[in-house]
């Protein structure tokens, strides 16, 4: 069995990172920050409250890209976050990525909202929430792709998101072993 990539995908402060990572540690997987992979005139243009343009985003969906196929070609298994907000930088990241599924985390503006006037220390800006929204092509119908929302607790979106990998079959998703919890001594 060949490696297989994990993409979380959404608008800004909809979870990707925090959501991410916390399933690559459930699922054992290689974690991938996407934000971390943005050229550095992008990170100043957004953090200008510039929208990125399909110009500026080119290298970091080649960079995104690269990574998945790093992991099918080294038969790892790894999570990734981007927004992946349109469907053509979502098949440019499926281009020769055979096992590559996307994750949409789904939650409506005014929750995204009220999570980005909580966060602090990220380039994004508020104000850009709404471009992001305006770009967004759902990909509800889209193969290997599965939508969940947002609501409830982080716990609750991994388990939805688990679950629903696991009805699909994607390779290597792993329960983690359930630990007794240690005696105390009195």
């Not at 920050?33 to 550095?40: C, K």
């Not at 510039?50 to 960079?63: A, F, G, H, I």
């Amino acid at each position: 069995m060949s490696g297989s990539s994990i993409v979380v995908m959404g608008v800004c402060g909809c979870g990707k990172s925090t959501i991410g990572e916390r399933l690559a540690n459930r699922l054992g997987r290689q974690f991938i920050d996407g934000d971390d992979l943005h050229p550095s005139a992008n990170i100043q243009k957004m953090a200008a409250g510039q929208p990125l343009d399909d110009t500026d985003r080119q290298p970091w969906l080649e960079s995104i890209r690269d990574v998945a196929c790093r992991f099918e070609s080294h038969n790892e298994h790894g999570v990734l976050v981007c927004s992946a907000l349109k469907k053509d930088y979502r098949d440019q990241i499926r281009k020769g990525n055979k096992q590559v599924t996307f994750v949409f985390l789904d939650g409506e503006m005014a929750l995204i909202l009220e999570r980005m006037r909580m966060r602090q220390g990220h380039f994004m800006k508020e104000n850009m929430v709404k471009s992001q929204f305006d770009t967004l092509e759902r990909p509800d119908h889209e193969p290997q792709t599965i939508v969940v929302s947002i609501q409830g607790t982080i716990e609750q979106v991994i388990e939805r998101i688990v679950t629903q990998l696991k009805q699909a079959q994607i390779p290597e998703v792993k329960t983690p072993e359930v630990k007794a919890p240690e005696e105390k001594s009195s």
